[in-house]
Nanobody, 117 residues
């Protein structure tokens, strides 16, 4: 199983980006999917999660600006980021709880988001 994240880049403050993360491999089921981020010198933190049924959870710092969604047919999770701020600058990682022969938590490789002021 692999998680491939894409969509990061450089954007000015107030701008938008859309991250995508596709899971591939011998997948039987995916339950929770999510996005986390790690800024330089900081610990990795939760950004948003979404269940297979579509229930979402957001960090307070991104509520109202970021939207997580998923396409279960494509095994893909998205993160629409609007009104970006310099403090959103970080490497963004996707995560998914995936069942193949057994359950395991997987992580993508990370995609860098840089927001300039």
């Amino acid at each position: 199983v692999q998680l491939q994240a894409s969509g990061g880049g450089l954007v000015q403050a107030g701008g938008s980006l859309r991250l995508s993360c596709a899971a591939s491999g011998s997948i039987r089921a995916i339950t929770a999917m999510g996005w986390y981020r790690q800024a330089p010198g900081e610990q990795r933190e939760l950004v948003a999660t979404i269940t297979s049924g579509g229930s979402t959870n957001y960090a307070d710092s991104v509520k109202g600006r970021f939207t997580i969604s998923r396409d279960n047919a494509k095994n893909t999770v998205y993160l629409q980021m609007n009104s970006l701020k310099p403090e959103d600058t970080a490497v963004y990682y996707c995560s998914a709880d995936i069942t193949t022969l057994f359950w395991k938590n997987y992580w993508g490789q990370g995609t860098l988001v840089t927001v300039s002021s």
